[in-house]
Nanobody, 121 residues
Framework: QVQLLESGGGLVQPGGSLNVSCVLP????????MGWYRQPPGKQRELVAL???????TYADSVKARFTISRDNAKNMVNLQMTSLKPEDTAVYYC???????????????WGQGTPVTVSS
């Protein structure tokens, strides 16, 4: 079973910074679109940020200018650097890997187990 290995997260005060990372071993990482999603308490999972195989990044409006997604293809790793954290950023953060595998549009997709981030004083 493919497993995305997440690390980071934890408790941070409002205004603080935190970094979460994700590693995908044994897969064609450099070809995959990587992303971070989050699920706040009592709410549905939502997109936070995506980064394409070419390195283009997109962000949810709520995190623009505060969060930065990056990837290191040599390490099969994607990072999400979070700054100016707010209580509403509190959520379980999930790493996602997505790839279109052929011209017919077949896809593969993997999820991490989730890492909790709590922003509280």
């Amino acid at each position: 079973q493919v497993q995305l290995l997440e690390s980071g997260g934890g408790l941070v005060q409002p205004g603080g910074s935190l970094n979460v990372s994700c590693v995908l071993p044994g897969r064609p990482f450099s070809r995959m679109r990587m992303g971070w999603y989050r699920q706040p308490p009592g709410k549905q999972r939502e997109l936070v940020a995506l980064i394409t195989s070419g390195g283009s990044a997109t962000y949810a409006d709520s995190v623009k200018a505060r969060f930065t997604i990056s990837r290191d293809n040599a390490k099969n790793m994607v990072n999400l650097q979070m700054t100016s954290l707010k209580p509403e950023d509190t959520a379980v953060y999930y790493c996602n890997a997505y790839l279109v595998v052929n011209v017919e549009g077949a896809t593969v997709e993997y999820w991490g187990q989730g890492t909790p981030v709590t922003v509280s004083s």
